[in-house]
Protein backbone atom coordinates (compact mmCIF):
# COMPACT_ATOMS: atom_id res chain seq x y z
CA UNK A 1 0.00 0.00 0.00
CA UNK A 2 2.82 2.46 0.53
CA UNK A 3 2.94 2.79 -3.47
CA UNK A 4 -0.48 4.84 -3.03
CA UNK A 5 1.55 7.68 -1.73
CA UNK A 6 4.04 7.86 -3.78
CA UNK A 7 3.79 11.04 -6.57
CA UNK A 8 3.55 9.19 -9.97
CA UNK A 9 6.63 8.62 -11.97
CA UNK A 10 8.35 11.58 -13.88
CA UNK A 11 7.60 11.87 -17.35
CA UNK A 12 10.39 12.94 -19.80
CA UNK A 13 9.41 15.31 -22.43
CA UNK A 14 10.01 13.97 -26.07
CA UNK A 15 9.51 17.49 -27.33
CA UNK A 16 11.02 21.06 -26.68
CA UNK A 17 7.97 23.86 -26.60
CA UNK A 18 8.34 27.55 -26.25
CA UNK A 19 6.20 30.21 -25.44
CA UNK A 20 6.21 34.11 -24.60
CA UNK A 21 5.57 34.30 -20.89
CA UNK A 22 5.52 38.09 -19.86
CA UNK A 23 1.82 39.31 -20.87
CA UNK A 24 1.27 40.42 -23.95
CA UNK A 25 2.59 44.53 -24.98
CA UNK A 26 5.43 46.78 -24.39
CA UNK A 27 7.32 46.00 -21.28
CA UNK A 28 11.42 46.52 -19.92
CA UNK A 29 11.67 43.30 -19.97
CA UNK A 30 10.01 40.37 -21.96
CA UNK A 31 10.92 36.05 -21.47
CA UNK A 32 10.75 33.72 -23.85
CA UNK A 33 10.72 30.49 -22.31
CA UNK A 34 11.68 27.15 -23.85
CA UNK A 35 11.67 23.53 -22.28
CA UNK A 36 12.41 20.22 -23.30
CA UNK A 37 15.46 18.52 -23.98
CA UNK A 38 16.34 20.59 -27.29
CA UNK A 39 16.11 23.70 -25.25
CA UNK A 40 19.63 24.74 -24.49
CA UNK A 41 20.52 23.65 -28.15
CA UNK A 42 18.07 25.92 -29.31
CA UNK A 43 18.59 28.48 -27.36
CA UNK A 44 21.89 28.75 -28.41
CA UNK A 45 21.10 28.88 -32.39
CA UNK A 46 18.94 32.36 -31.46
CA UNK A 47 21.76 34.22 -29.52
CA UNK A 48 25.73 34.93 -29.20
CA UNK A 49 26.26 33.91 -25.86
CA UNK A 50 28.99 35.40 -24.21
CA UNK A 51 29.93 32.44 -22.01
CA UNK A 52 28.64 29.30 -22.17
CA UNK A 53 25.54 28.19 -20.33
CA UNK A 54 25.56 26.92 -17.01
CA UNK A 55 23.04 25.81 -14.57
CA UNK A 56 21.14 27.68 -12.52
CA UNK A 57 23.67 30.75 -13.83
CA UNK A 58 22.55 33.90 -15.59
CA UNK A 59 24.44 34.60 -18.50
CA UNK A 60 24.90 37.62 -21.12
CA UNK A 61 23.46 37.21 -24.81
CA UNK A 62 23.14 38.96 -27.98
CA UNK A 63 19.81 38.27 -29.58
CA UNK A 64 20.75 37.95 -33.30
CA UNK A 65 19.21 39.07 -36.39
CA UNK A 66 18.52 36.52 -39.03
CA UNK A 67 17.72 39.09 -41.63
CA UNK A 68 21.54 39.99 -42.08
CA UNK A 69 24.27 37.17 -43.60
CA UNK A 70 24.01 33.91 -42.46
CA UNK A 71 27.95 34.37 -42.02
CA UNK A 72 28.04 37.17 -39.36
CA UNK A 73 24.16 38.24 -38.55
CA UNK A 74 23.91 41.17 -36.39
CA UNK A 75 22.96 42.33 -32.53
CA UNK A 76 19.31 43.19 -32.80
CA UNK A 77 19.18 43.52 -28.65
CA UNK A 78 21.10 41.93 -25.98
CA UNK A 79 19.37 39.29 -23.03
CA UNK A 80 20.12 37.86 -19.81
CA UNK A 81 19.88 33.84 -20.48
CA UNK A 82 19.23 31.65 -17.47
CA UNK A 83 19.43 27.78 -17.91
CA UNK A 84 18.00 25.31 -15.66
CA UNK A 85 19.45 21.65 -16.23
CA UNK A 86 16.97 18.79 -16.00
CA UNK A 87 15.37 17.65 -13.29
CA UNK A 88 16.23 20.87 -11.40
CA UNK A 89 14.32 22.91 -12.84
CA UNK A 90 10.31 24.15 -12.93
CA UNK A 91 9.36 21.69 -15.60
CA UNK A 92 11.90 19.06 -14.21
CA UNK A 93 13.08 19.05 -17.68
CA UNK A 94 16.13 21.37 -19.71
CA UNK A 95 14.84 24.99 -19.18
CA UNK A 96 15.98 27.87 -20.56
CA UNK A 97 14.66 31.75 -20.02
CA UNK A 98 15.71 34.41 -22.30
CA UNK A 99 15.10 37.48 -20.40
CA UNK A 100 15.16 40.23 -23.94
CA UNK A 101 13.74 43.76 -23.86
CA UNK A 102 10.03 44.12 -23.69
CA UNK A 103 9.43 44.36 -27.30
CA UNK A 104 6.95 42.86 -29.06
CA UNK A 105 8.91 42.60 -32.41
CA UNK A 106 11.89 41.01 -30.40
CA UNK A 107 10.29 38.34 -28.74
CA UNK A 108 8.13 37.73 -31.86
CA UNK A 109 11.69 36.88 -33.70
CA UNK A 110 12.96 34.86 -30.83
CA UNK A 111 9.88 32.02 -30.66
CA UNK A 112 9.43 32.18 -34.60
CA UNK A 113 12.89 31.52 -34.56
CA UNK A 114 13.00 28.87 -31.81
CA UNK A 115 10.03 26.95 -33.68
CA UNK A 116 12.28 27.18 -37.03
CA UNK A 117 15.12 25.19 -34.91
CA UNK A 118 12.48 22.10 -33.86
CA UNK A 119 10.26 23.90 -30.85
CA UNK A 120 6.40 23.88 -31.15
CA UNK A 121 4.15 26.44 -29.29
CA UNK A 122 3.59 25.56 -25.80
CA UNK A 123 -0.64 25.02 -25.02
CA UNK A 124 -2.12 26.81 -22.24
CA UNK A 125 -0.27 25.97 -18.51
CA UNK A 126 2.42 23.73 -20.61
CA UNK A 127 4.85 24.45 -18.63
CA UNK A 128 3.14 23.74 -15.15
CA UNK A 129 1.29 20.40 -16.61
CA UNK A 130 4.71 18.99 -17.38
CA UNK A 131 5.53 20.44 -13.86
CA UNK A 132 2.72 18.26 -12.59
CA UNK A 133 3.12 15.50 -14.87
CA UNK A 134 7.11 15.06 -13.28
CA UNK A 135 5.72 14.76 -9.51
CA UNK A 136 7.55 18.64 -9.32
CA UNK A 137 3.83 20.02 -8.19
CA UNK A 138 0.82 18.29 -6.92
CA UNK A 139 -2.89 19.31 -8.43
CA UNK A 140 -3.53 22.41 -5.53
CA UNK A 141 -0.25 23.54 -6.30
CA UNK A 142 -0.81 24.02 -9.99
CA UNK A 143 -4.10 25.10 -9.50
CA UNK A 144 -2.66 27.72 -6.91
CA UNK A 145 0.12 28.65 -10.08
CA UNK A 146 -3.32 29.74 -11.58
CA UNK A 147 -4.49 31.40 -8.73
CA UNK A 148 -1.61 33.51 -8.02
CA UNK A 149 -1.87 35.07 -11.25
CA UNK A 150 -5.17 36.06 -11.02
CA UNK A 151 -5.34 37.51 -7.64
CA UNK A 152 -6.55 40.67 -7.57
CA UNK A 153 -5.90 41.47 -4.18
CA UNK A 154 -3.50 40.46 -1.36
CA UNK A 155 -5.31 38.13 0.67
CA UNK A 156 -5.91 36.06 -2.89
CA UNK A 157 -2.48 36.40 -3.45
CA UNK A 158 -1.20 35.00 -0.02
CA UNK A 159 -3.68 32.34 -0.18
CA UNK A 160 -2.70 31.09 -3.50
CA UNK A 161 1.50 30.85 -2.62
CA UNK A 162 0.65 28.92 0.48
CA UNK A 163 -1.35 26.70 -1.69
CA UNK A 164 1.57 27.01 -3.72
CA UNK A 165 3.72 25.88 -0.93
CA UNK A 166 1.65 22.60 -0.56
CA UNK A 167 -0.22 23.51 2.47
CA UNK A 168 -3.84 21.86 1.09
CA UNK A 169 -1.84 19.21 0.65
CA UNK A 170 -0.17 18.64 3.82
CA UNK A 171 -3.84 19.87 5.54
CA UNK A 172 -5.17 15.79 3.71
CA UNK A 173 -1.89 14.25 4.08
CA UNK A 174 -3.00 12.91 7.91
CA UNK A 175 -6.10 11.67 6.80
CA UNK A 176 -5.21 10.01 4.12
CA UNK A 177 -2.31 8.29 5.56
CA UNK A 178 -3.76 7.05 8.21
CA UNK A 179 -6.97 5.73 5.88
CA UNK A 180 -4.24 4.30 3.92
CA UNK A 181 -3.26 2.47 7.35
CA UNK A 182 -6.76 1.13 8.07
CA UNK A 183 -7.17 -0.13 4.94
CA UNK A 184 -4.33 -2.15 4.89
CA UNK A 185 -4.76 -3.55 8.51
CA UNK A 186 -7.97 -4.83 6.52
CA UNK A 187 -6.61 -6.63 3.71
CA UNK A 188 -4.61 -8.08 6.09
CA UNK A 189 -6.82 -9.17 8.26
CA UNK A 190 -8.47 -10.95 4.93
CA UNK A 191 -5.68 -11.97 3.45
CA UNK A 192 -3.93 -13.90 6.52
CA UNK A 193 -7.12 -14.95 8.23
CA UNK A 194 -6.09 -19.03 7.97
CA UNK A 195 -2.69 -17.62 9.74
CA UNK A 196 -3.72 -16.72 13.16
CA UNK A 197 -3.79 -12.93 12.34
CA UNK A 198 -7.03 -11.60 14.17
CA UNK A 199 -9.55 -9.02 12.47
CA UNK A 200 -9.70 -5.68 12.89
CA UNK A 201 -12.42 -5.67 15.70
CA UNK A 202 -16.00 -3.54 14.56
CA UNK A 203 -14.93 -0.80 17.24
CA UNK A 204 -11.08 -0.41 16.30
CA UNK A 205 -12.69 0.16 12.23
CA UNK A 206 -15.46 2.39 13.51
CA UNK A 207 -12.58 4.49 15.74
CA UNK A 208 -9.85 5.02 12.89
CA UNK A 209 -13.02 5.93 10.59
CA UNK A 210 -13.87 8.69 12.98
CA UNK A 211 -10.21 9.90 13.24
CA UNK A 212 -10.17 10.16 9.59
CA UNK A 213 -13.52 11.94 8.98
CA UNK A 214 -12.66 14.64 11.65
CA UNK A 215 -10.27 16.77 9.71
CA UNK A 216 -11.68 16.02 6.69
CA UNK A 217 -15.07 17.70 7.75
CA UNK A 218 -12.83 20.35 9.15
CA UNK A 219 -11.39 20.96 5.65
CA UNK A 220 -15.08 20.57 3.50
CA UNK A 221 -16.04 23.71 6.17
CA UNK A 222 -12.88 25.93 5.06
CA UNK A 223 -14.59 25.69 1.34
CA UNK A 224 -17.02 28.62 2.37
CA UNK A 225 -14.59 31.02 3.28
CA UNK A 226 -11.81 29.65 0.70
CA UNK A 227 -14.53 29.86 -2.18
CA UNK A 228 -15.32 33.35 -1.49
CA UNK A 229 -11.65 34.49 -1.34
CA UNK A 230 -10.79 32.96 -4.40
CA UNK A 231 -14.32 34.38 -6.05
CA UNK A 232 -15.32 37.19 -4.07
CA UNK A 233 -19.15 38.24 -4.26
CA UNK A 234 -21.65 40.53 -5.23
CA UNK A 235 -23.58 43.16 -3.46
CA UNK A 236 -26.78 44.64 -4.44
CA UNK A 237 -27.60 48.09 -3.31
CA UNK A 238 -30.84 48.66 -3.65
CA UNK A 239 -33.72 51.13 -2.07
CA UNK A 240 -36.52 53.61 -3.18
CA UNK A 241 -35.31 56.99 -5.08
CA UNK A 242 -32.84 60.08 -3.07
CA UNK A 243 -32.29 57.63 -0.29
CA UNK A 244 -28.64 57.88 -1.19
CA UNK A 245 -27.87 54.94 -2.51
CA UNK A 246 -25.14 56.28 -5.44
CA UNK A 247 -23.58 58.15 -2.04
CA UNK A 248 -23.61 55.10 -0.07
CA UNK A 249 -21.84 53.74 -2.94
CA UNK A 250 -19.08 56.07 -3.74
CA UNK A 251 -18.26 56.19 0.13
CA UNK A 252 -17.81 52.28 -0.13
CA UNK A 253 -15.46 52.52 -3.43
CA UNK A 254 -14.27 55.92 -1.79
CA UNK A 255 -13.97 57.74 -4.73
CA UNK A 256 -17.01 59.52 -7.08
CA UNK A 257 -18.18 56.36 -9.23
CA UNK A 258 -22.04 57.53 -9.58
CA UNK A 259 -23.31 60.45 -10.07
CA UNK A 260 -25.23 62.12 -7.49
CA UNK A 261 -27.86 64.57 -7.18
CA UNK A 262 -31.06 65.77 -5.69
CA UNK A 263 -33.16 64.45 -8.52
CA UNK A 264 -34.70 61.52 -7.53
CA UNK A 265 -33.99 58.57 -10.25
CA UNK A 266 -30.95 59.98 -10.90
CA UNK A 267 -29.42 56.04 -11.58
CA UNK A 268 -30.97 54.86 -14.47
CA UNK A 269 -28.47 51.96 -14.61
CA UNK A 270 -26.47 49.64 -12.89
CA UNK A 271 -23.22 50.97 -12.14
CA UNK A 272 -20.20 48.41 -10.86
CA UNK A 273 -17.44 48.68 -8.48
CA UNK A 274 -15.17 45.96 -7.17
CA UNK A 275 -13.10 46.74 -3.97
CA UNK A 276 -11.29 44.77 -1.74
CA UNK A 277 -12.63 44.37 2.13
CA UNK A 278 -9.99 42.42 4.43
CA UNK A 279 -9.31 40.79 0.92
CA UNK A 280 -12.48 39.65 -0.11
CA UNK A 281 -13.17 40.79 -3.46
CA UNK A 282 -16.53 42.17 -3.48
CA UNK A 283 -18.00 43.59 -6.65
CA UNK A 284 -20.92 46.80 -5.68
CA UNK A 285 -23.53 47.21 -7.84
CA UNK A 286 -25.31 50.81 -8.05
CA UNK A 287 -29.28 50.30 -8.69
CA UNK A 288 -31.82 52.50 -10.08
CA UNK A 289 -34.28 53.15 -7.58
CA UNK A 290 -37.39 51.17 -7.13
CA UNK A 291 -40.67 52.76 -8.18
CA UNK A 292 -44.08 52.89 -10.50
CA UNK A 293 -42.06 54.80 -13.28
CA UNK A 294 -43.63 55.56 -16.61
CA UNK A 295 -40.30 56.58 -18.41
CA UNK A 296 -39.03 54.03 -20.63
CA UNK A 297 -35.91 54.29 -19.87
CA UNK A 298 -36.54 54.63 -16.36
CA UNK A 299 -38.78 51.76 -16.38
CA UNK A 300 -35.57 49.14 -18.25
CA UNK A 301 -33.04 50.46 -15.41
CA UNK A 302 -35.56 49.34 -12.58
CA UNK A 303 -35.65 46.29 -14.46
CA UNK A 304 -31.99 45.40 -13.85
CA UNK A 305 -32.12 46.56 -10.78
CA UNK A 306 -34.65 43.62 -9.84
CA UNK A 307 -32.54 41.52 -12.02
CA UNK A 308 -29.29 42.49 -10.18
CA UNK A 309 -30.90 41.95 -7.08
CA UNK A 310 -31.99 38.60 -8.06
CA UNK A 311 -28.63 37.47 -8.73
CA UNK A 312 -26.83 38.98 -5.92
CA UNK A 313 -25.32 37.15 -3.19
CA UNK A 314 -25.42 40.19 -0.42
CA UNK A 315 -28.25 42.69 -0.68
CA UNK A 316 -27.79 46.11 0.93
CA UNK A 317 -31.05 47.88 1.55
CA UNK A 318 -31.05 52.09 1.58
CA UNK A 319 -33.62 53.39 3.60
CA UNK A 320 -34.17 57.42 4.01
CA UNK A 321 -34.26 57.28 7.83
CA UNK A 322 -36.32 60.64 7.54
CA UNK A 323 -39.24 59.37 5.64
CA UNK A 324 -41.79 56.69 6.39
CA UNK A 325 -41.45 52.96 4.60
CA UNK A 326 -43.58 53.12 1.45
CA UNK A 327 -44.64 50.05 0.20
CA UNK A 328 -42.43 49.11 -2.56
CA UNK A 329 -39.57 49.07 0.78
CA UNK A 330 -42.05 46.68 2.85
CA UNK A 331 -42.32 44.50 -0.51
CA UNK A 332 -38.63 44.38 -0.56
CA UNK A 333 -37.57 43.83 2.89
CA UNK A 334 -40.22 40.66 2.94
CA UNK A 335 -38.46 40.05 -0.22
CA UNK A 336 -34.85 39.42 0.98
CA UNK A 337 -36.34 37.82 4.03
CA UNK A 338 -33.94 34.77 4.63
CA UNK A 339 -30.80 36.16 2.60
CA UNK A 340 -27.32 37.58 3.27
CA UNK A 341 -28.84 41.16 4.04
CA UNK A 342 -28.00 44.40 5.42
CA UNK A 343 -30.08 47.36 6.19
CA UNK A 344 -28.72 51.38 5.71
CA UNK A 345 -30.69 54.06 7.54
CA UNK A 346 -29.18 56.87 5.67
CA UNK A 347 -29.18 60.16 6.63
CA UNK A 348 -29.11 59.91 10.11
CA UNK A 349 -27.12 62.77 9.97
CA UNK A 350 -31.04 64.73 9.58
CA UNK A 351 -32.92 62.46 11.32
CA UNK A 352 -34.24 62.48 15.13
CA UNK A 353 -32.90 59.72 17.67
CA UNK A 354 -35.56 58.07 17.37
CA UNK A 355 -36.18 57.52 13.66
CA UNK A 356 -32.53 56.08 13.66
CA UNK A 357 -32.87 51.94 12.43
CA UNK A 358 -36.63 50.96 13.48
CA UNK A 359 -38.49 48.85 11.10
CA UNK A 360 -36.23 46.38 9.32
CA UNK A 361 -38.49 43.17 9.31
CA UNK A 362 -35.72 41.38 11.43
CA UNK A 363 -33.03 42.45 9.21
CA UNK A 364 -29.68 44.00 10.69
CA UNK A 365 -29.75 47.80 10.49
CA UNK A 366 -27.13 50.73 10.64
CA UNK A 367 -28.07 54.04 10.90
CA UNK A 368 -25.43 55.85 8.25
CA UNK A 369 -25.05 59.22 6.94
CA UNK A 370 -23.06 59.11 3.13
CA UNK A 371 -22.66 63.11 3.81
CA UNK A 372 -20.62 62.90 7.06
CA UNK A 373 -19.49 59.55 6.72
CA UNK A 374 -21.53 58.39 9.95
CA UNK A 375 -21.65 54.80 10.37
CA UNK A 376 -19.74 53.87 6.84
CA UNK A 377 -17.08 51.86 8.72
CA UNK A 378 -19.53 50.14 10.72
CA UNK A 379 -21.23 49.18 7.70
CA UNK A 380 -18.06 47.94 6.34
CA UNK A 381 -17.45 45.76 9.14
CA UNK A 382 -20.79 44.25 8.99
CA UNK A 383 -20.99 43.89 4.93
CA UNK A 384 -17.39 41.81 5.69
CA UNK A 385 -19.06 39.59 8.28
CA UNK A 386 -22.20 38.82 6.28
CA UNK A 387 -19.71 38.00 2.95
CA UNK A 388 -17.52 35.67 5.43
CA UNK A 389 -19.88 34.32 7.25
CA UNK A 390 -18.18 34.84 10.32
CA UNK A 391 -15.62 32.16 8.75
CA UNK A 392 -11.73 33.00 9.79
CA UNK A 393 -8.54 32.45 7.46
CA UNK A 394 -6.99 29.53 7.88
CA UNK A 395 -4.16 27.73 5.91
CA UNK A 396 -4.51 25.14 3.81
CA UNK A 397 -8.17 25.88 2.65
CA UNK A 398 -10.54 24.82 -0.50
CA UNK A 399 -10.63 27.36 -2.86
CA UNK A 400 -12.84 25.91 -6.05
CA UNK A 401 -15.75 23.58 -6.45
CA UNK A 402 -13.17 20.48 -7.78
CA UNK A 403 -11.52 20.33 -4.60
CA UNK A 404 -14.47 20.52 -2.61
CA UNK A 405 -16.18 17.75 -4.26
CA UNK A 406 -13.47 15.77 -3.70
CA UNK A 407 -13.26 15.72 0.09
CA UNK A 408 -17.35 15.94 0.07
CA UNK A 409 -17.24 12.06 -2.08
CA UNK A 410 -14.56 11.33 0.50
CA UNK A 411 -16.53 12.02 3.51
CA UNK A 412 -19.60 10.25 2.01
CA UNK A 413 -17.90 6.96 1.43
CA UNK A 414 -16.59 7.26 4.90
CA UNK A 415 -19.95 7.18 5.81
CA UNK A 416 -20.95 4.75 4.12
CA UNK A 417 -18.18 2.41 5.48
CA UNK A 418 -19.02 3.31 8.91
CA UNK A 419 -22.68 2.44 8.68
CA UNK A 420 -21.69 -0.90 6.70
CA UNK A 421 -19.29 -1.48 9.73
CA UNK A 422 -22.22 -0.90 11.94
CA UNK A 423 -24.46 -3.11 10.54
CA UNK A 424 -21.94 -6.04 10.69
CA UNK A 425 -20.94 -6.13 6.81
CA UNK A 426 -18.27 -8.06 5.71
CA UNK A 427 -14.72 -6.44 5.60
CA UNK A 428 -14.40 -6.97 1.79
CA UNK A 429 -17.91 -4.86 1.61
CA UNK A 430 -16.28 -2.09 3.73
CA UNK A 431 -13.10 -1.96 1.78
CA UNK A 432 -15.33 -0.86 -1.19
CA UNK A 433 -16.34 2.22 0.42
CA UNK A 434 -12.60 3.12 2.01
CA UNK A 435 -11.10 2.21 -1.22
CA UNK A 436 -13.91 5.12 -2.79
CA UNK A 437 -12.52 7.40 0.07
CA UNK A 438 -9.03 7.19 -1.24
CA UNK A 439 -9.40 7.75 -4.96
CA UNK A 440 -11.20 10.62 -3.86
CA UNK A 441 -8.42 11.85 -1.43
CA UNK A 442 -6.16 10.94 -4.48
CA UNK A 443 -7.90 12.59 -6.68
CA UNK A 444 -7.66 16.04 -4.37
CA UNK A 445 -3.64 16.26 -5.45
CA UNK A 446 -4.31 14.87 -9.32
CA UNK A 447 -3.07 11.44 -8.46
CA UNK A 448 -5.85 9.71 -9.69
CA UNK A 449 -7.24 12.50 -12.14
CA UNK A 450 -8.22 11.37 -15.71
CA UNK A 451 -6.99 13.12 -18.73
CA UNK A 452 -9.50 15.07 -19.89
CA UNK A 453 -10.10 16.84 -15.93
CA UNK A 454 -6.20 17.53 -16.06
CA UNK A 455 -7.50 19.13 -19.64
CA UNK A 456 -10.05 21.29 -18.41
CA UNK A 457 -7.60 23.00 -15.30
CA UNK A 458 -4.73 23.91 -17.41
CA UNK A 459 -6.37 24.95 -20.23
CA UNK A 460 -7.62 27.61 -18.14
CA UNK A 461 -3.42 28.85 -17.96
CA UNK A 462 -1.94 31.59 -20.08
CA UNK A 463 0.11 30.46 -22.24
CA UNK A 464 3.87 30.61 -21.20
CA UNK A 465 3.29 29.40 -17.62
Known amino acids: M ?10 QALDTIAAVSTPPGRGGIGIVRLSGPDAPSIAAQLLRLRHPLEHGRARLAEVLDTAESAESPARIDEAMVTYFAAPNSYTADDLVEIAAHGSPVVLDL ?21 AFLSGRIDLTQAEAVRDLIEAQTLTQARQAASQMGGALSRRAAPAKQNLVE ?26 RIDEIALPLAALETSFS ?48 ERISLDGIPLELVDTAGLREAHDVAEQLGIARSREALADAALVLIVMDATQPLNEEERDLLAAVQGRPALVACNKSDLATPAAAPQNAQGIPAIATSALTGEGVAELRSRILALASGGAA ?10 QHQAVTTALSALTDAKNANAGGIPHEMILLDLYRALWAL ?9 DDILQLIFSTFCIGK
Open 110 to 130: LLRRAIEHGARLAEPGEFTQR
Open 442 to 450: DSLTGQTTT
Open 182 to 207: LVALMEAGIDFAEDDIDVTPQQEIAR
Open 225 to 272: RGRIVHDGLTLAIVGRPNAGKSSLFNRLVERDRAIVTPTPGTTRDTVS
Open 2 to 11: ADILQNPDPV
Open 393 to 402: SESGMLTNMR
